[in-house]
């Protein structure tokens, strides 16, 4: 798996180069989040975000930690493959005055997670689609979560799969390629790390997660 994962992040590396980032930069400013993103958001808001840390794995121009610092998030750590991503999301945290509220990390989080500091709530937007080794990148991240780890990605569903076999001779040519992870696998790797479900949603194409840490008893 060591070969692929590094054929992937570099693959990441080229596909979202600096035209991709501002194009995704420049859509994100006139629409606001997607869809699915905002379903992540309004569940992550109803757990409450105030004054909580937030580690966004693949955080792209950074739409789930802008919002979140609106919102009231008291810190916000991103870890991308991609550069250029990182460089678009700084100009945005620029613009909306987040400066010295975000910490900027670029590399394969698999090989990072030890360096980067746990905090309250994970994130992971279309990010474990993106990455062959599954279970090493969403066991760090749960790893990391205090609280809670959230996620879209893929519904597990023949449609799905077979978008991402339709992919594979695209993934020959740049390194980057879509998985469809089972869900059974998904939450497997979660249950392993202490979190149980506390948020369920879907669209026709993806699915939205939220599992977090059970409270303590205080007795």
Not at 41 to 46: C, G, V
Not at 182 to 205: F, I, N
């Amino acid at each position: 798996m060591e070969a692929s994962v590094s054929e992937c992040c570099r693959g990441l590396e080229r596909t979202f180069d600096d035209r991709v980032a501002r194009q995704g930069l420049d859509k994100y400013r006139r629409n606001g989040p997607a869809a699915t993103t905002r379903l992540l958001l309004d569940a992550l808001a109803l757990e409450g975000v105030e004054g909580r840390t937030l580690l966004d794995i693949g955080g792209g121009v950074g739409t789930i930690h802008h919002e979140l610092l609106d919102a009231g998030l008291a810190h916000a750590t991103d870890v991308d493959a991609s550069s250029a991503y990182l460089a678009a999301s700084r100009d945005e945290g620029v613009r909306r005055g987040h400066e010295g509220r975000t910490t900027y990390v670029h590399g394969d989080f698999t090989c990072l997670a030890a360096s980067v500091a746990p905090a309250d709530l994970v994130t992971l937007d279309r990010v474990i689609c993106c990455y062959p080794d599954m279970e090493a990148l969403l066991g760090g991240a749960a790893e990391r979560a205090r609280r809670s780890v959230a996620l879209v990605y893929p519904r597990d569903r023949w449609w799905m799969r077979a978008g991402a076999r339709a992919a594979t001779a695209f993934r020959r040519v740049t390194g980057f390629g879509i998985y469809v992870h089972r869900s059974a696998a998904v939450a497997g790797v979660l249950r392993g790390a202490g979190l149980v479900p506390s948020h369920h949603a879907e669209t026709y194409w993806w699915q939205v997660d939220i599992w977090s840490r059970r409270e303590r008893s205080s007795t």
